[in-house]
């Protein structure tokens, strides 16, 4: 916990966080969810469960004079048995939009995989840390600390040397976004430029980011969280774990797309709402998952299992899943017109991978997440797209 003396404390409340859909009160603090409690009771395994509490896209929003910043928290970190443990997660500050300084919290709670088909997990309790930022430029300004992507986060206390007042409404469009593991972050390195939240930036929304690592699998519980959330604008990013996960075949996953956008449009009639297929994977272009762990080259890659003969009879792909989207979307936005369509291989193709390839042949790098979140902003926000502020 923080040493530092003569410091304000101020207590966290909802009106301090943003980008989450739930306070858990715990024994330590407050526990960010990004979906309400209805929705987690519903939850079928425990790797959503995970995915959703790590606060991608969660972030603290205030203003203050401090030049000095403590925030305590219990990080929950998840490693491989078998594996070296990864760095902490990373803290970023930014002062008036711009990364400023960043920090990391050591110790924490430890979720320890011990099979990483089943995601059966050991939990070891450890202590709080502190995130300590110092040496902030002097005066007034919005101060932003983005919670790590990839760790579960309990917040405790924010303390400063100077008083904190919650940041001012801006009057920013809200962006709900959904996704799979790429959306939550995966192999990026830092909470701030995961591809949603640097598409954000450019598009000057605020980001309400439902990617869930491995779960972007049409959940009913989803599509009502969604429904239920105040939006200016929805995207959902479909097809990569519905085929990796090989959840689904075509006769169930069409009337469940149908049925996911049915629901968020109970709430949203009239949102723009843009339906985003996968981006560019080889190992799932042609070849129908399940995906499993290849760890044949000392480093852990993955590999697609299913045949491609049998997507005649109905198994995903991904150049399948693309067709099927875009073919929604085509019969819906007649009577739509606020439905959209982005092919994932416009964020990231064939020429993209050539130059940026996926490290473990599933996730983009942190140049990838650039790349997409660059193309995103420039496909939607811009260019008369469908998340621009006025269309030609």
Known sequence: ????????????????????????????????HRLPARARRQIPDDRLAVAEAQPSGVRLAFRTTATTVDLDT???????????PPPDGVYDLLVDGRLTAQATVSGGNLLTITDLQTQTAEFTPGPAGTAHFTGLPAGEKDIEIWLPHA??????????????????DKARRVWLHHGSSISHGSNAVFPSTIWPALAASAGDVELINLGFGGSALADPF?????????????SVKLGINIVNSDAMRLRAFVPAVHGFLDTIREGHPTTPLLLVSPILCPTHEHTPGPLMPDLSGGTLRFKATGDPAETAAGRLTLTIVRDVLADIVSQRSAEDPNLHYLDGLDLYGESDHDELPLPDAIHPGPEGHRRIGENFAELAFANNGPFALTTG
């Not at 009106?15 to 960010?32: F, I, N, Q, V």
């Not at 219990?74 to 070296?84: A, C, D, N």
Request: aromatic residues 2%; proline residues 11%; negative net charge.
């Open 1 to 32: 916990m923080s040493t530092e003396q003569n410091l304000i404390t101020t207590p966290i409340t909802a009106d301090l966080l943003r980008g989450h859909l739930d306070l858990e009160e715990t024994a330590h603090g407050l526990l960010p």
């Open 151 to 168: 760790e579960i986060t309990e917040v405790i206390a924010l303390r400063t040397d100077g008083p904190v007042e919650p940041a001012p």
């Open 222 to 234: 989803t599509a009502r969280a969604m429904r239920d959330t105040p939006a200016d604008l929805i």
């Open 74 to 84: 219990l990080p929950t970190k998840r490693v491989y048995r078998g594996f070296p």
